[in-house]
């Protein structure tokens, strides 16, 4: 017996929600297990109905409730990654702003000292006016100094969270691979 269009049209509509529904089942589920790793309040018949519907048994939830806290775990890493990066990026933008502000008060130091180099061995007096003059110079290196320091610093502080992130995520993998092997009512994860 051949199919109509209508029958296929309707046969994939109702496909499609059926897979919509389990998709949204898995979605709740998931959000289920993270609000309780997280200590929220959860109702237990609803997670309950969720695994009979989605055929998770026993062994199953608990693995999707380590997910949830490995989950816990890597949004604090991320949230500690975006920070250093806001870090970095401020201690950066530090250094430009030094680098350029030293661009004239050097220039202004060496139009000086071209204008009044002592002639011979300078005196007291000279070698006073010159330490004067070049301290605003050493004041804006040493502080460029710094502040590349502490942008080094920052940059390792980022790039050690990243790839920390990095691991942590693929342990995860892992880690789901391993489920869906073992718990093929898992094989959406």
């Known amino acids: 017996m051949l199919e109509t269009p209508e029958a296929t049209d309707q046969r994939t509509d109702i496909k499609t929600r059926l897979a919509s529904q389990a998709a949204e089942r898995q979605h709740q589920l998931r959000t289920a297990c993270f609000a309780i790793a997280t200590g929220e309040q959860v109702d237990s018949d609803f997670v309950l109905d969720l695994c009979s519907q989605l055929g998770v048994d026993e062994n199953a939830f608990g693995f999707m409730m380590r997910l949830a806290d490995r989950e816990g775990k890597r949004q604090e890493i991320e949230r500690k990654a975006e920070a250093a990066f806001v870090a970095k990026s401020a201690a950066y933008k530090r250094v430009r702003e030094l680098a350029e502000a030293e661009k004239p008060i050097v220039e202004k130091y060496e139009k000086w000292l071209r204008d009044n180099r002592p002639k011979g061995e300078p005196t007291a007096a000279e070698t ?28 390792r502080e980022h790039a050690s969270l990243s790839d920390s992130l990095n691991y942590f995520d693929s342990e995860t993998r892992k880690l789901v691979d391993k489920c869906r092997g073992e718990h093929p009512a898992l094989c959406w994860l």
């Open 128 to 155: 006073k006016a010159i330490r004067k003059q070049r301290a605003p110079v050493l004041d804006i290196q040493d502080d460029l100094t710094e502040a590349r320091r502490i942008a080094d610093s920052r940059n």
